[in-house]
């Protein structure tokens, strides 16, 4: 059984910066590809950024694109996403995703992804 554990949320201040985590256990991490999507209250979970199973592909939403680095540490069967200059609309639960399709396509829709955390709540304050 695959399990994704999210961690590092908190409230900030904006302009300020968090580094969220995803744990994974249960399934070879370096096959598949990882992703982080975000939901605020009463919008859809949107895409925010994903990485590829060797790392060496990365992919962002335009909102976040600059601020936001997504990357992983295989030793660890961790990745990471670092929040920098973060601004009142970037509140929202953030989710780790796991791809297990070994395709080398970067995928931004939900449907795209086999496994899921529970979630981190970030909360910026103007």
């Known amino acids: 059984q695959v399990q994704l554990v999210e961690s590092g949320g908190g409230l900030v201040q904006a302009g300020g910066s968090l580094r969220l985590s995803c744990a994974t256990s249960g399934r070879t991490f370096t096959s598949y590809s990882m992703g982080w999507f975000r939901q605020a209250p009463g919008k859809e979970r949107v895409f925010v950024a994903a990485?590829?199973?060797?790392?060496?592909?990365?992919y962002y939403a335009d909102s976040v694109k600059g601020r936001f680095t997504i990357s992983r540490d295989d030793a660890k069967n961790t990745v990471y996403l670092q929040m920098n200059s973060l601004k009142p609309e970037d509140t929202a639960v953030y989710y780790c995703?796991?791809?297990?399709?070994?395709?080398?396509?970067?995928?931004?829709?939900?449907?795209?992804?086999?496994?899921w955390g529970q979630g981190t709540q970030v909360t910026v304050s103007s």
């Open positions: 995703a796991a791809d297990f399709s070994s395709s080398m396509f970067l995928k931004t829709w939900l449907s795209a992804y086999d496994y």
């Open positions: 990485i590829s199973w060797s790392g060496g592909s990365t």
